[in-house]
């Protein structure tokens, strides 16, 4: 005998044949019940989610609410690839209690964008620096992303490197955050100096030949404990990538060259194309290995930044004049500013030979032992800084 089917047309919701009333009976209301279940408690996990999720208050640009706000979205671990490194980062975790507030876009960078803003925390503000996974990463990126913040975990123990606060790696979006410092960018600080005519600025300071040195010590201390304690090389040493704040207090900063040389042992073209060649040394532009000797080159280059406040490295040859060839003849001028035993120290950063050059250790030492000769007068030097001139006469992108 022929199965006889009825379908409610109207509906379209009930299908069952007949003589399987009991069928419909248990299994249909069942699958309903497991199903209401199921939608009831992804509606409570995504309410106590976004309970224990830090807040954050951006700022007034549209385009940067998109980076942050929003309900957090756990992250995926495909096979578990993620999940080591995010057990690692668990104390670093930013709490629920803290506020990103006044969030605006500062720059775009290798892993998305870069925002400035205030950490709150018990009633207490930081200024901080934000640096997001963009969005749309696919596996690979959020891996590679975690392991940068894993090795900002590792090395901002020193003093003198940049300081990580917080991240977040088990909802989206990824972050860092990280320590800012005021003012902020030495490149920067060294240019306000020009601006500063009566040389009693609020942030002068007496910036004289003495405080190059004391600037310079910290530094070298940085790049010694990446490279003593990490077999880190920074890879892009410049007054661009350092950071300063009162009392002269300065941070190695700018550490994703050295986080990727590390990783791959090899430096990414593209990222080692945003090094200008006035920077570095001329094994690097031979394309050879990156040590730390290259690495003592550009801090040569950083002294000459500092005694002339900003200015750009071998101001009279055009970046595509920066050659072998030229580098081999080519004698740097002492700046005008530069006493004889500072202008010795650069010279003797950039021997040609990198097995001539010293290390950071003996760097310190040195410094250490000739501050005392240094000129305690304040620097100062009328001509302001042309951004678009200094820009073309580094060699740095438009």
């Known amino acids: 005998m022929a199965v006889q089917v009825q379908c409610n047309i109207s509906s379209d919701l009930v299908c069952y044949e007949e003589g399987s009333g009991p069928f419909a009976v248990i299994i249909i209301p069942s699958l309903l019940a497991l199903s209401t279940l199921i939608v009831v408690s992804q509606i409570i996990w995504s309410f106590f989610t976004k309970r224990s999720s830090p807040r954050v208050a951006t700022g007034s640009h549209t385009h940067v609410n998109a980076f942050l706000e929003g309900e957090p979205v756990p992250v995926g671990t495909v096979s578990g690839t993620l999940q080591p490194a995010q057990d690692k980062l668990g104390p670093w975790e930013i709490p629920a209690q803290c506020t990103l507030e006044g969030v605006e876009l500062f720059q775009m960078g290798h892993y998305g964008p870069i925002c400035k803003g205030q950490l709150k925390q018990d009633s207490i503000s930081t200024a901080v620096v934000i640096k997001i996974l963009k969005d749309r990463s696919n596996q690979h990126e959020a891996k590679e992303f975690v392991d940068l913040v894993l090795f ?52 002068l300071q007496a910036f004289s030949e003495r405080s190059v040195y004391l600037v310079a010590k910290q530094v070298a201390a940085g790049l010694d404990y990446l490279h003593s304690y990490h077999r880190v090389v920074h890879g892009d040493v410049a007054a661009r990538n350092m950071l300063i704040s009162s009392g002269f207090l300065v941070k190695v900063s700018g550490l994703d060259l050295a986080f990727k040389s590390r990783q791959a042992r090899i430096i990414d073209k593209e990222m080692e194309a945003n090094v200008p060649v006035k920077w570095q040394a001329p094994e690097r532009i031979m394309r050879h290995p990156l040590t730390d000797r290259s ?31 030229t580098l081999a003849n080519y004698r740097m001028k002492r700046p005008e500013k530069c006493g004889a035993p500072l202008f010795d120290l650069i010279k003797y950063c950039c021997m040609w030979n990198f097995k001539d050059r010293p290390v950071y250790s003996a760097i310190v030492r040195l410094l250490d032992s000739y501050i005392y000769l240094a000129d305690t007068r304040p620097l100062c030097y009328g001509q302001q800084i042309d951004i678009c001139e200094y820009r073309k006469k580094a060699g740095l992108a438009p």
């Open 152 to 203: 900002h975990a590792a090395v901002s123990k020193h003093e003198n490197i940049v300081k990580m606060l917080y991240c977040q790696t088990r909802c989206t979006p990824m972050y860092l955050v990280l320590e800012a410092s005021i003012p902020g960018n030495l490149l920067h600080f060294l240019w306000s100096l020009r601006e500063d005519r009566s040389g009693t600025g609020d942030n």
């Open 295 to 325: 690495d003592v080159w550009s801090f040569g280059i950083l002294l000459y930044e500092m005694i002339t406040l900003g200015s750009p490295p071998y101001p009279d040859l055009e970046p595509s004049e920066v050659l072998l060839q």
